[in-house]
């Protein structure tokens, strides 16, 4: 029972224009939510967060959109660089714990 | 920055044998740890959560007796896989909670022969 969704395995992109990476849930608890890059063998370095009482938030060129009625967010990365091919994981959290729930990651290639 | 160091970065043990990982915070105290398991292409899984100086919470399907956590410090937890097999190879990494969120050790590659 995958609670938390990244449907697109990976993506490309060219340097410089927009990546959009998307993340659904359905855990209608979830309240917290994050993005972490991840490079291989190293863990996950945290990107940009959103509590469910925003629907944006923005961070340099990081920008989270939360649309809670669907239960999706996404991350936008613009402009793209090729320093941001990595594994992205987009994680939830909820309730009275500080458990993370996490995505399946979307590896995102950014090409020269 | 709350910065927690894991080690080994990668061990590759014989099957039967027992590996530990440790996970330090370096700068600050690490009352909540998180232990998690990757397998390759699949989400990071959480499989327990430990608090200094109480037993570890198991998620469902862990088994608490082969995987050994231990929280005796604010600053120390490790995870010690015992009786490894090969499918126990995986990427293994600690978290702790902090005051600027979630921070991430480096994880460990484990692999069982």
């Known amino acids: 029972d995958q609670q938390v969704k990244q449907n697109s395995p990976s993506l490309s992109v060219q340097e410089g224009r927009i990546s959009i990476l998307n993340c659904d849930y359905t855990?209608?608890?979830?309240?917290?939510f994050l993005w972490y890059k991840k490079y291989p063998a190293e863990g996950p370095t945290f990107l940009i967060s959103i509590s469910s009482i925003k629907d944006k938030n923005e961070d340099g060129r990081f920008t989270v959109f939360l649309n809670k009625s669907a239960k999706h967010l996404s991350l936008h990365i613009v402009p793209s660089q090729p320093g941001d091919s990595a594994v992205y994981f987009c994680a939830a959290s909820g309730g009275s714990n500080y458990k993370l729930t996490f995505g399946k990651g979307t590896l995102l290639t950014v090409n020269p | 920055g709350a910065v927690v160091s894991q080690h080994p970065s990668r061990v590759i043990c014989k099957s039967g044998t027992s590996v530990k990982i440790e996970c330090r915070s370096l700068d600050f105290q690490a009352t909540t740890m998180f232990w998690y398991r990757q397998f390759p292409k699949q989400s990071l899984m959480l499989m327990a959560t430990?608090?200094?100086?109480?037993?570890?919470?198991?998620e469902q399907g862990v088994e608490k007796d082969k995987f050994l956590i231990n929280h005796a410090s604010l600053t120390l937890s490790t995870l010690t896989v015992t009786s490894a097999h090969p499918e126990d190879s995986s990427f293994y990494i600690c978290s702790a909670t902090t005051n600027y969120g979630y921070t991430f050790g480096s994880g460990t590659r484990l692999t069982v022969v």
């Open positions: 855990n209608s608890m979830f309240d917290y």
């Open positions: 430990s608090n200094e100086g109480s037993k570890a919470t198991y």
